[in-house]
T-cell receptor, first 113, second 111 residues
Framework: KAGVTQTPRYLIKTRGQQVTLSCSPISGHRSVSWYQQTPGQGLQFLFEYFSETQRNKGNFPGRFSGRQFSNSRSEMNVSTLELGDSALYLC????????????FGQGTRLTVV | TQLLEQSPQFLSIQEGENLTVYCNSSSVFSSLQWYRQEPGEGPVLLVTVVTGGEVKKLKRLTFQFGDARKDSSLHITAAQPGDTGLYLCAGAQGGSEKLVFGKGTKLTVNP
C-alpha cells in the first residue's frame, strides 16, 4: 500500500511570494497533520484535519493555512513568505481521530530567498 | 518551553557500544511514540507505548514508558552504523490528536 506522498519535494521561493504544498495520505487514512521542522525548533505542529475539518491548530501566524478535500488529500498554503519560513514541511497521516500513530511523508524542503 | 525534553542532544559512539536516550516531561501522556528520521526523509514510526511501565522490544532496541507516563527511554544494544539517525519522541495528550515532539537525539554510530 502506498505511503504518504508529498509534492513537491523541493521548492525555492522569493520573499513575499506564496506557496502551496500538497499531501496525499495513506489510502483509508482520514486524518492529516502538518509539521514544520527546522534545526533550531525541531518539529512544530501546524494543524490537523479530519473529514475536511480543522481539529487542531498550532501557534503559527495566519499566513499559514490549510485545507482538506473529500478524498482526504490536504494542502497547506503559506502567504507572504519570510526568510524564516525556510524549513522542511512534513505531512503525516493517521487512520482517524482516536489513532495518534502518524505516518510521515518525505517532506517538502522549502527555501525562501 | 519544550514540553518534551530529549537527552542527550548529540551522541557519537563506536559500533558495538550500547546507548540510552531519554525523553522527559512534567506532563502526562496517554501514549508516547518513538521515531527515527534520516537526513532528507520524514520520521519513521518505531514504536508506540501506552501503558505506564510498559517495555517493548524491537530487535536490538528496547523502549520503556515510565510508570507515571511522563517519560520514556530508548536503549540500543550493540549499535550498528545503520542505527545512525535522528531519534524523536512524541507524546499524545488525552483528547487531542496533536502530537508534541521532542527536539530529538542525533545519533552517529561509527564503524
Amino acid at each position: 500500500k502506498a505511503g504518504v506522498t508529498q509534492t513537491p519535494r523541493y521548492l525555492i521561493k522569493t520573499r513575499g511570494q506564496q506557496v502551496t504544498l500538497s499531501c496525499s495520505p495513506i489510502s483509508g487514512h482520514r486524518s492529516v497533520s502538518w509539521y514544520q521542522q527546522t534545526p533550531g525548533q525541531g518539529l512544530q505542529f501546524l494543524f490537523e484535519y479530519f473529514s475536511e475539518t480543522q481539529r487542531n491548530k498550532g501557534n503559527f501566524p495566519g499566513r499559514f493555512s490549510g485545507r482538506q478535500f473529500s478524498n482526504s488529500r490536504s494542502e497547506m498554503n503559506v502567504s507572504t513568505l519570510e526568510l524564516g519560513d525556510s524549513a522542511l514541511y512534513l505531512c503525516a497521516s493517521s487512520f482517524g481521530p482516536t489513532n495518534t500513530e502518524a505516518f510521515f511523508g518525505q517532506g517538502t524542503r522549502l527555501t525562501v530567498v | 518551553t519544550q514540553l518534551l525534553e530529549q537527552s542527550p542532544q548529540f551522541l557519537s559512539i563506536q559500533e558495538g557500544e550500547n546507548l540510552t536516550v531519554y525523553c522527559n516531561s512534567s506532563s502526562v501522556f496517554s501514549s508516547l511514540q518513538w521515531y527515527r528520521q534520516e537526513p532528507g526523509e520524514g520520521p519513521v514510526l518505531l514504536v508506540t507505548v501506552v501503558t505506564g511501565g510498559e517495555v517493548k522490544k524491537l530487535k536490538r532496541l528496547t523502549f520503556q514508558f515510565g510508570d507515571a507516563r511522563k517519560d520514556s527511554s530508548l536503549h540500543i544494544t550493540a549499535a550498528q552504523p545503520g542505527d545512525t539517525g535522528l531519534y524523536l519522541c512524541a507524546g499524545a495528550q488525552g483528547g487531542s490528536e496533536k502530537l508534541v515532539f521532542g527536539k530529538g537525539t542525533k545519533l552517529t554510530v561509527n564503524p
